[in-house]
């Protein structure tokens, strides 16, 4: 079946560590994206990326990188320069950008500071 | 700047009809979604508006005016499993997804 599969599913993070999540599609997508949903909050765009090894960023891009280097994968990476990063982390891929398609989400990445 | 709102919270109570509403305020239009999202889940796609009217879809329809800038999603013969928060995103000129906070609807024997 096609999808998005985030993992893992719960993560924590100690004090000056960065950590990675990912994010891989097999539904032949060519935009991706990660977003952050806090309680109370819609989601807030990170990073996206319409095509392979290229990615811009979105509205909260400060603490985070991305890369793109194959079309299914698009990995999150939470520095320690993200002071604040418990959230729900959403990824979520559709077809090119330019049209307006809805987009799919996979099951999301729980992160908790320790 | 771009703004969207929804309630934050309704009641319904099981076996009713609910509607949800939203306003928005974008950066152009190219379509408004619905979306379901439950608890600690990842949202599902519900429907699509990008001409004024409405689009029927089983027990949900989903209304736009554009004009307005207003949208609502109708939910009818309420089920206890349409408890879940409800997202209303606009796609902008650049074809971006803008999200509200989302709608919590808490459906009641």
């Known amino acids: 079946d096609g999808g998005i599969t985030q993992s893992p599913k719960y993560l924590f993070r100690k004090e000056g560590q960065n950590v990675t999540l990912s994010c891989e599609q097999n539904l032949n997508h060519d935009a991706m994206y990660w977003y952050r949903q806090d309680p109370g909050q819609g989601l807030r765009l990170i990073y996206y990326s319409q095509i392979v090894n290229d990615f811009q960023k979105g509205d909260i891009a400060e603490g985070y990188s991305v890369s793109r280097e194959k079309k299914e994968s698009f990995p999150l990476t939470v520095t320690s320069a993200q002071k604040n990063p418990t959230a729900f982390y959403l990824c979520?891929?559709?077809?090119?950008?330019?049209?307006?398609?809805?987009?799919?989400f996979g099951d999301g990445t729980r992160l908790s500071i320790l | 700047g771009q703004n969207i709102d929804q309630p934050t919270e309704m009641t319904a109570t099981e076996g009713a009809i609910v509607q949800i509403n939203c306003t928005y305020q974008t950066s152009g239009f190219n379509g408004l979604f619905w979306y379901q999202q439950h608890a600690g889940e990842a949202p599902t796609f519900l429907s699509y508006?990008?001409l004024d009217g409405l689009e029927e879809k089983g027990r949900f329809s989903s209304f736009l005016s554009r004009s307005k800038g207003y949208s609502y999603l109708l939910l009818k013969e309420l089920q206890m499993k349409d408890s879940a928060s409800y997202l209303c995103?606009?796609?902008?000129?650049?074809?971006?997804?803008?999200w509200g906070a989302g709608t919590k609807l808490i459906i009641k024997p």
């Open positions: 508006n990008v």
């Open positions: 979520a891929s559709s077809s090119p950008t330019g049209e307006s398609q809805p987009q799919h």
């Open positions: 995103a606009v796609m902008d000129s650049n074809y971006q997804l803008i």
